[in-house]
């Protein structure tokens, strides 16, 4: 008897240790889940401006990846081009017309204005050192964009009276694959041209992409015209406009054409 009441209160003891583990985990549970909840719901730290900058760059960055795609994709044309007035041009996009559009007086220079686009880039790697403490040496990827035009005057029937071939447009070396370009060609009357109707033809080369196009004008040389630049709008008064430049002023290159 002794032997197995001893014998059933072990089962017994065994029987609530087993009972006891059994609960640990559905006791351990709720704990669990509840930890795992407020991580989700934290709120989004917000940019600092500098990040925001970061941001708004790389978005611009490639963008401009894109249009230079494009842009190699664009054949070489004129995309706009314009008679100015001597000595105006500036800059891409800085002149003053020239009034009347297409015609000039004997003598006066012809300038036209042109912004192309879909010429090449060609990379130059750049080699330079600096001698400051230890000489090094750095070296980079440059630029070349250079452009010839032929230049042919013909009258009003087509038949060619003079022809310019090879002259240099526009060369220069730059870090970055520069697409705002304009081109001057100027067209002097060393000696006056007659009065009268007649064409001029201009034929652009890319050295890069040997790539070209032509620009025909017709223009008028009438020895009664009063030529000169377009106005200005006056900064000073939003609703004025400066004066046509006449062509006395014009005659002179000292002159300011700007006031």
Known sequence: MIYRTSLTM?????????????????????????????SSSLPERPLTQE?????????????????????????????????????THSGYG???????????????TIVLYVEPVGFGHQPLTNASSQDVGNSTATTGTLYLINMTVDMILSDSSGVQLQTFEDLPLGS???????????????????????????????VVYDQVTGQSFQIDREITIDDNATTGAAPLPDINNDNSMQSLLPQQQLEEPSQDLET
Not at 16 to 37: E, H
Not at 176 to 182: A, I, L
Request: glycine share 6%; charged share 15%; aromatic share 14%.
């Open 172 to 202: 220069f070396i730059s870090h970055r694959q520069n697409t705002e370009f304009s081109l001057e060609v100027t067209l002097s009357q060393e000696e006056p041209f007659p009065v009268g109707d007649y064409i001029v033809s201009y």
């Open 10 to 38: 072990m089962l017994f003891s065994l029987s609530l240790f087993t009972l006891s583990t059994s609960f640990i985990p559905l006791l351990s549970s709720p704990a669990l889940a509840t930890v795992g909840q407020p």
């Open 94 to 108: 800085a002149y003053r017309e020239h009034l009347p559009a297409d015609v000039f007086r004997p003598g006066e």
């Open 51 to 87: 990040e925001e900058s970061g941001n708004q760059l790389g978005q611009l960055e490639a963008a401009r990846q894109e249009y230079l795609s494009a842009w190699n994709n664009t054949a070489f044309t004129s995309q706009f081009d314009v008679f100015i007035a001597e000595g």
